[in-house]
């Protein structure tokens, strides 16, 4: 399991130099003899050489991480990005840049944020008159626009969303994909007439958050509340999908959807509402009207709709909704699923679902392999799979090491023995089974295998979440399995004091336990069941534990 906690690979990760050398393949055995496309002498010394992982590490920290992402996380976007536009959501730009003026107007809402505030304070060598703030969040920005945008119930609802850099300052130790000093953001903001509409869309953005991470990442979540102390500054709920790291024995948020209630109409959203006695009485009027021949009767009828008109005409204010999904994500798959080979990445987000490499022999014939490793691209590629072949001049079995490591959910090694047999021998990377495959069978093959990928990998990850979670009920209870690195679910009473006194009771250098949330699903929770830390009746069940934050 990969462990970036600490914002390095563990000891002992990627050691895997010379694992090629032990499979039982005569191109792997005879590799170490020099063939036609490898290096004798290298594939030789290639256990007296650092591992692949530790050589990334040196020249630069995550960028083999980095690297390895780079196009996965644009396929991960593509599904995303169509849920959104079914759901009518449109996309916008804003500026990253605030004055303090403007920045102050959110007071009540930037001041659980004020440390991690940026202040550009120079141009060049120069002092700025007037320091500019990078917020690290939008709607101080974003919403003096929108509300030059709604002027009546006719503008409702209104839904918006950005991509954008998010900058947050004022803490130690970042952590590479989960805490930051930068991080690629999806924020959404909407906004409604009710605050049943308002409700509803959270809910629906919560569910899509939970299917990328279920559905696409094969990583299980939990769907619920974030208590007062934990939720959105200056927001009326907060809902999240919670995600837990088993290795490290943390829980972390994986994506926020959020009510903002009424709380940030400061910023001039107030809107004429649709007056439904007004349309009522226009009916009546030209009822009458009709019914009615003397036009002195049908004007003082229209008089009447005008008079009540304005006696009930009102302004009121908007609900708005926010929500936010970050790179976060990329570090919970690695965490996840990695292991101390390197990446392993999920079939559907994973750029190259397949990559295949020729494996010759001294005096093989290298036009037909390279010619039969085409051949079963073009094939997979019209069947619709992200198919490539790696003619590269690296050895069969570095090859192999690299693209391991980068975790590509199936390698497909074609060499003579292979097409003499009219067959490819299929290797999975979630689980490292070996197959050899009738060239006839390959498509039918390749998507078996990595639909029961996707499946295998979502439910060892469940089998290991679930058995971390630990259900307690009392304080005694509670400090066993915290320090066993437990998911813990535990009956609470809901009070604000009671987690902060959690929080002092457990901090240490590990850090304090924290509610994570509320789950939707709730277990029965019997009368007269007390609160584990306070002793207080019980109103709800409650997952805690440490967290990445």
Known sequence: MLCIQEGKWPEGCGEIEGRRASRERPSARKQAEGCDRGNGPAARDRRQTPSDWDRQRRRGGFAAVVLGLREPNENFWKFYNAEIKKMNIKSSKFPMFISENALQKAKGHIEGFTPEVAWVTKSGRNNLEVPIAIPPTNETIIYPFFSKYIRGYQDLPLKEKQSCSVVRLGFSNPIPFIRSHESLCEEGHSFFETKEEADNEVLKILELFRRIYEE??????????????????????????????????????????????????????????????????????????????????????????????????????????????????????VMVHGDDKGLVIPPKVSAIQIIIIPVPYKDADMEAIFAACSSAVQTLQAAGFRAEHD???????????DWEMKGVPLIIEIGPEDIAKNQVRVIRRDNGSKTDV???????????????????????????????????????????????????????????????????????????????????????????TLCFASGKPAKKWTYWGRSYD
């Open 216 to 333: 696409y990442l094969a990583i299980p979540v939990v769907k619920g509340w974030k208590s007062e102390l934990e939720k959105y500054s200056g927001c009326l709920y907060t809902t999240s999908v919670e995600a837990f790291i088993p290795n490290t024995g943390r829980g972390i948020q994986g994506a926020t959807s959020r009510c903002l209630g009424q709380n940030f109409a400061k910023f001039g959203f107030n809107f004429e509402k649709e007056n439904k006695a007004e349309k009522n009485a226009e009916k009546n009027a030209e009822k009458n009207a009709e019914k009615k021949a003397e036009k002195k009767a049908e004007k003082k009828a229209e008089n009447q709709v005008e008079n009540q008109a304005e006696k009930q005409a009102e302004k009121a204010f908007i609900w708005q909704t926010s929500w936010a999904y970050t790179i976060r994500t990329i570090g919970v798959m």
């Open 438 to 528: 009738p060239t006839a069978d390959l498509v039918e093959h390749v998507r078996d295998s990595l639909s029961n990928i996707h499946e295998s990998l979502f439910n060892a990850a469940k089998v290991k979440r679930d058995a971390c979670e630990k259900i307690i009920y009392s304080w005694e209870e509670f400090m066993t399995a915290l320090n066993e690195k437990k998911l813990i679910l535990a009956p609470w009473c809901d009070e604000e004091e009671v987690e902060k006194d959690v929080k002092t009771r457990t901090e240490n250098e590990l850090g304090a336990a924290k509610t994570l949330c509320s789950p939707f699903d709730q277990p029965s929770l019997p009368e007269g």
């Open 391 to 401: 003619f590269g001049k690296k050895s069969p079995g570095r090859k192999y090491n």
